[in-house]
């Protein structure tokens, strides 16, 4: 029964966060079948609130929401980045993994991919106690395109911006996650190359793109 009110409870954190809070649209982001038995279990429980078609997370509820969120879109960028799972398979495996991870392992997978704000697909990732301290393990499988040398190579994991408007103008150029990039100069701007361009980047900007190392090799 825990994993069914997991899941009921990410959803409704999923419906909230798209800004549609209806039981119609909570039930549309659920995987299993959100009924009416569950749902007296969670208001009972004090995890959600109801007002007419509305649903609400509690302070409890929310908590609890967050860490089922946090766990599955960690879970879905280790295997986009350090497994290189196919994206098609990435969601089904993260629905499974978010309710049985430990917290231990939770952790230790943040700050393997460096404490990722944001997953795979572009949502973001609630952060943990880990990312407050910005632990480090000795060395991250996710890292900075700062950090690379001239002549090392990269598969961008995921693109970090402050600005939106960066985003837009990188994803222009055909700068997203799964490219794979080459380090061609470091100084006076950071020059890359990828898939027949080639691009000069300010160090600001370098240093939101974030990678996985590949050795030279194209996959």
Known sequence: MRKTF????????KADEAGDSSLEAV??????????????????????????????????????????????RLAESLFATAL???AEKQEAVACEVEHILLPELEEAICILLGHPSI????????????????????????VSLCDLAPGERGRVSYIKPKHHERLHRLTSFGLTPGTIVEVHQRSPAICIRFEGTELALDRDVAEDIFLVKTNGADS
């Open 119 to 142: 997953c795979p697909d572009g949502k973001p990732i609630p952060p943990g106690r880990c990312c407050g301290a910005k632990r480090k393990l000795t060395s991250t499988v996710v």
């Open 6 to 13: 997991e899941e009921v409870l990410e959803a409704v954190w």
């Open 27 to 72: 039930r549309k982001r659920c995987p299993i079948d959100v009924t009416d038995e569950d749902l007296g279990v969670l208001l009972k429980r004090g995890l959600i609130t109801r007002e007419g078609d509305l649903l609400t997370l509690s302070y409890e509820g929310r908590k609890d929401a967050r860490s089922v969120v946090r766990r599955h």
């Open 84 to 86: 290189d799972i196919d």
